[in-house]
C-alpha cells in the first residue's frame, strides 16, 4: 500500500510541477522580484498546480505513515519521469535520446536499490539530538546553494535552485513521517508539537525555493537537481535519523548502491535537458511612406 500510494504522489507532484511552471513562465516579474510570488498566485494554472502539489503531498504522508521514508522516497523521485512528457506538451521541453536514457537510468537505478537493498523501518520517534543536527545541517546547506544559485542564469540557476529546494523536501518528508505519528491526537496535539512548525518552514522554503528553479523555463535540471537531492537527502535522513537499514547483509548492500548511484546518473542525464524551444516573433515590417513630394534639404 505504500509503495502504491508513493506512486500516486509522484504523479500528482509531476502534473502539478509542470503546471506550476507554465504559470511561472506566465508571471512576467522575475524570480528575484518580490512581486513574482503575487503575480503566480493569482493564475489559475498555478493554483491548479498547487492544488496537485497539495494531493501530492497527502498522498506522500499517508505512504510516509505506512512505510519506510528511504522507499517512499525513492518511488515519488519518479516524478521527474513522469513530468517531463507532459512538460514536452505543456511547457515546450525538449525529450531527446539524452531524456529517453536517463529516464530509463532513473527507473532501472530505483527498482534495483529498492529489490536488492529492501529498505527498512527504524524507529518511530528519534532523539532530539537527532532531529536538531538535521535541521542544522539542512538548513546551512539550503542557504549556500541558494547564495550561489542566485550568481548565476539558466540551466545552472535551476540546478542550484532545484538541489536547494531538494533539500527543503527532504526534510519535510522526514518531519511529516514524524508529525504523521502525533496526527491522531486531534488539534491541541498539533498546535503544540514541534513538527507542525518545522514541516510548515521546510515546507514553505521548498516551494520558494522551487518556484524560482521553475521561473528559469527548464524543466529537467530544476526537477532533476530538486529530486536527485530530495531522495539522496531522504536515504541520508532515513538512516541517520530514523535509523533505517538499507539491507541486512553486506554482499546486497553494494548492489544497492550500485542501483542508487544509476539512478543519480539519471538524473544528471536529465539534468543536461537543452532548453525548451521558444516561438521567434515575426520580423516587424515597416510600414511604407505615402507617396508624396520628396523633401530638399534649404538653401
Not at 520517534?125 to 546547506?141: E, L, M, N, Q, R
Not at 515546507?203 to 527548464?218: P, R, Y
Not at 548511484?261 to 516587424?284: D, E, F, I, R
Request: charged share 10%; with cysteine.
Amino acid at each position: 500500500m505504500a509503495a502504491l500510494l508513493a506512486l500516486l504522489a509522484a504523479t500528482a507532484f509531476a502534473f502539478g510541477n509542470v503546471l506550476q511552471q507554465k504559470g511561472t513562465l506566465e508571471a512576467p516579474a522575475s524570480g528575484d522580484d518580490p512581486h513574482f510570488l503575487a503575480q503566480i498566485l493569482k493564475r489559475p494554472v498555478w493554483l491548479a498546480g498547487g492544488a496537485l502539489q497539495v494531493s501530492g503531498w497527502v498522498l506522500q504522508a499517508a505512504a510516509l505513515d505506512r512505510g519506510s521514508l528511504v522507499v517512499v522516497q525513492s518511488l515519488c523521485a519518479m516524478s521527474l519521469v513522469i513530468a517531463l512528457p507532459v512538460g514536452a506538451r505543456l511547457t515546450n521541453q525538449q525529450v531527446d535520446r539524452r531524456v529517453v536514457l536517463g529516464a530509463v537510468a532513473m527507473i532501472a537505478g530505483i527498482v534495483l536499490f529498492l529489490s536488492v537493498g529492501q529498505p527498512q523501518k527504524g524507529v518511530a520517534h528519534p532523539s532530539a539530538a537527532a532531529w536538531w543536527s538535521a535541521c542544522i545541517s539542512a538548513g546551512v546547506i539550503v542557504v549556500v546553494l541558494a547564495r550561489v544559485g542566485r550568481r548565476h542564469a539558466g540551466a545552472v540557476r535551476a540546478l542550484y535552485f532545484g538541489a536547494a529546494a531538494g533539500v527543503g523536501f527532504a526534510l519535510q518528508a522526514s518531519v511529516t513521517k514524524e508529525f504523521m505519528s502525533i496526527f491522531g491526537g486531534g488539534l491541541n496535539a498539533i498546535v503544540h508539537s514541534w513538527t507542525t512548525y518545522a514541516l510548515v518552514a521546510s515546507a514553505v522554503v521548498g516551494f520558494v525555493l522551487q518556484q524560482s528553479a521553475l521561473k528559469t523555463g527548464v524543466l529537467a535540471p530544476a526537477m532533476a537537481s530538486s529530486n536527485a537531492v530530495t531522495l539522496f537527502g531522504s536515504v541520508i535522513f532515513g538512516v541517520t535519523i530514523f535509523e533505517e537499514k538499507l539491507s541486512n547483509g553486506s554482499t546486497r548492500l553494494a548492489p544497492a548502491l550500485v542501483g542508487l548511484a544509476v539512478a543519480l546518473v539519471g538524473v544528471v542525464l536529465l539534468a543536461g535537458t537543452k532548453p525548451p524551444q521558444v516561438a521567434q516573433p515575426l520580423p516587424s515590417t515597416k510600414r511604407s511612406r505615402p507617396p508624396g513630394p520628396q523633401s530638399t534639404p534649404s538653401t
